[in-house]
């Protein structure tokens, strides 16, 4: 739909962990139209029986059945649908675990709400859906991207968790195929009596009325898949090969490849589900064809076990398809990286069926070559072919990686002196330790270089600081550790700092490579607004973060906005903002990729479309330089990267949200910040997220980086920087 049900992914509500009480189901099949101008389907009837059936043996008690099969509680009307959700929420409770499954019809129709940066709303087509009266562009009884979103949110109201499953789409060019045993699940806007022509998009502004789901607070996590993208439409198939003679083995591609995967009784997390059937119809597994569409996912829980149950917590795993993997330098590969395959998502880690080496790396696929198991990874110099490829590999998982990069640590400087501590000092032993094993944990090299470096360490009183830049001022910034815990503490955190600088390599370098010729589909507008300082509690003072920002934030309205400029200082309250808009026509994966003072990187995603309006991209950052922690401040230099990529065809989404990010809600993250001030931006800040998700839908010329920097500065330094102002 495209307005994503905005969710702010929050530290407190992500980090509860309830018991899970019931598993509860509602499926939609819309298989029948009144209408006779609407075609019917063959499908979504036999898709709603297998899902019930499917989830009946997985132990669902509570399954609310819609379509026009016997066993169904009620035809799936318009009536009856909104009926059936809030029937369903009014049952759920805090820890259930809700499954909502639509198949049908899906188009298209004009905004009435002006918000949608396309001027277009996605919709469901019930069974009593009628045709658009003339001029109005609106399609009775339809249901709206934003009405669907409603419904859901009241669901995750409660405090239920919900998987949200939609085998429809909406790109409506009307094709029929059910000579061929190929049906397409699409209706025309046309054929609807809507005229696309008269849709005018709209920017996002800070007053923006938020979306139904995102202003759930403390609600379920959410978890959605969809059919296929944007540009491509969701296709059922006759699985008898035409030899039933009748609809009883008419299935939506995309619903049988999740059910067969969760009948299996696997134990897999969201995002292991959604590349096992994305492997399956890319090979075209079960269903005597090829790849025919691209499905996608979005939603906080793709990392988490598919309806809460222990999931496989084997190593991270990347589709195989010959001699390609569906992995490249942004997800740590590089040349040389020995790799294991296997033939399925879930497979045991000893049900290895041979070894490959990277032979080449593009950002975002590497090529492999089979090589012996006992191949060790060299930074200058691949091993030996060795026998074949497995034909039945499907997925690999990385085994050792070649040392080709390192990070340049300071030595260690004292602050009172400015002076660096000798080498042989316990503290500096100490450091270098920790730092050996966290290069031993994570296979990036580290070392201390006598001029150039990456990290400077502070030393003040008994704690050390890590950053680019470890002060700012007279006021240590950064990653605090404080001397007295121990030292296994101190190797993650100087792991986390290997990860994000190894990140950071990896993404100036490929915004370095970009070619001139070649500008980016996708432009990014970045902006601040500035707290007043008079409205901030002076240093030294008690303050309430939430509070004190909340009181800026009244005051801050669009005209504030300014554009982000080089190394920016940004102070306690202030607010950036990211948007974007399509440069020209086509789709493009974009990460938002921050890496904040506390070395936690920090992903966003949209896809964007075409040559839309400016829409968020993520949601705006409040700067807390003075958030609960185990430090009274967490300022300090952070960075920014906006990654662009073209939409690839029968391959994930380039989504590298929970790929990328190294921190579980640490304490001084810009993540903690959020959960300090979760709530601040409800009444004045944009809405976020407005991404579609029924509407969402290489080579280094298909990638563009744009970076940006700034720094948080302390309080003190703040204010110094505003002399004669009074709070």
Request: charged share 25%; proline share 5%; glycine share 10%.
């Amino acid at each position: 739909m495209r307005k994503l049900f905005r969710l702010f992914f929050l530290a407190l509500v992500l980090g509860a962990n309830v018991a899970h009480a019931e598993s509860r189901a509602l499926i939609i099949g819309v298989a029948g139209y009144d209408d006779p101008d609407i075609p019917d389907l063959r499908g979504p009837t036999n898709d709603a029986l297998l899902m019930r059936d499917v989830l009946d043996k997985s132990g669902f008690a509570d399954i609310t059945l819609l379509g026009d099969m016997k066993e169904a509680d009620a035809r799936p009307t318009r009536a009856a649908i909104f009926e059936a959700f809030a029937g369903l929420a009014d049952r759920a409770r805090d820890g259930d675990q809700i499954y909502v499954h639509l198949s049908g019809h899906g188009s298209r129709q004009l905004d009435p709400q002006g918000d949608e940066t396309d001027g277009l709303d996605e919709i469901f087509l019930p069974a009593d859906t009628a045709l658009a009266q003339a001029g109005s562009g609106l399609v009775p009884n339809a249901i709206s991207d934003d009405e669907i979103g409603a419904l859901l949110g009241q669901i995750r109201g409660t405090g239920a968790d919900v998987f949200f499953v939609m085998d429809s789409c909406h790109s409506g060019s009307g094709t029929r195929a059910f000579e061929r045993g190929i049906a397409d699940r699409q209706v025309s806007p046309a054929l609807l009596g809507v005229d696309l022509s008269q849709a005018a998009g709209q920017s996002r502004s800070l007053d923006a009325a938020p979306d139904a789901v995102g202003d759930v607070a403390g609600g379920g996590g959410f978890m959605a898949f969809y059919a296929t993208r944007s540009n491509d439409v969701a296709r059922e198939v006759d699985m008898s090969g035409g030899t039933a003679g009748d609809d009883s083995e008419w299935f939506g591609l995309f619903t049988a490849a999740i059910a067969s995967r969760l009948e299996s009784g696997q134990a897999l997390t969201y995002r292991q589900l959604f590349q096992s059937v994305l492997s399956e119809l890319n090979q075209g597994s079960g269903f005597g064809m090829g790849a025919v569409q691209t499905p996608l996912w979005e939603g906080d829980m793709i990392d988490e076990p598919v309806f809460g149950r222990q999931g496989y917590a084997g190593p991270e795993r990347f589709l195989v398809d010959g001699d390609t993997v569906d992995a490249g330098r942004l997800h740590g590969l590089e040349e040389g990286t020995v790799m294991a395959l296997v033939a399925d998502i879930a497979d045991p880690e000893n049900a290895v069926l041979g070894y490959a080496q990277v032979e080449a790396v593009e950002p975002r696929r590497a090529y492999l070559r089979p090589v012996a198991d006992d191949c060790v990874p060299e930074a200058d110099a691949l091993c030996a072919f060795s026998g074949r490829l497995p034909e039945t590999a499907r997925f690999a998982q990385i085994e050792a990686s070649p040392v080709t990069l390192t990070v340049a640590f300071s030595p260690v400087f004292e602050m009172g002196t400015g002076l660096p501590l000798a080498s042989e000092t316990e503290t500096s032993t100490r450091i270098a330790e920790a730092l050996e094993a966290a290069s031993q944990a994570t296979g990036i090299g580290a070392g201390f270089p006598e001029e150039v470096f990456d990290v400077q360490i502070v030393l003040k009183d008994n704690t050390l600081w890590f950053g680019p830049a470890a002060m700012i001022d007279d006021t240590p910034t950064g990653l605090a550790f404080d001397l007295s815990g121990d030292g296994k503490r101190l190797a993650m955190l100087l792991a986390r700092v290997l990860k994000a600088e190894r990140l950071a390599h990896t993404l100036d370098a490929l915004g370095e490579e970009a070619s001139p010729f070649n500008p980016s589909p996708v432009a990014v507008n970045v902006e601040r607004n500035q707290s007043p300082i008079a409205v901030l509690g002076a240093p030294g003072s008690a303050i309430d973060p939430r509070r004190e920002c909340q009181a800026a934030l009244r005051t801050m309205g669009e005209a504030g906005f300014k554009p982000l400029e080089g190394m920016d200082d940004l102070k306690q309250c202030d607010l950036l903002r990211f948007r974007a808009a399509g440069a020209r026509d086509g789709q493009r994966d974009v990460n938002r990729i921050h890496i904040d003072a506390q070395y936690c990187i920090n992903v966003d995603y949209e896809l964007i479309e075409g040559d839309q309006a400016l829409r968020d991209l993520g949601d705006p950052m409040v700067m807390c330089s003075d958030c609960p922690g185990p430090v009274p401040y967490s300022a300090g230099y952070e960075r920014l990267y906006v990654l662009v990529s073209e939409l690839e065809e029968n391959a994930e989404a380039l989504n590298l949200s929970g790929v990328l990010d190294n921190c579980a809600a640490a304490a001084g993250t810009r993540s903690a910040a959020a959960n300090a001030l979760s709530g601040v931006l409800e009444d004045a800040a944009a809405s976020g997220r407005t991404r579609g998700s029924m509407g969402l839908g290489g080579a280094l010329s298909d990638l563009w980086v744009d970076r940006y920097a700034w720094r948080v500065l302390p309080r003190a330094s703040a204010f110094a920087r505003n002399e004669g102002a009074t709070p």
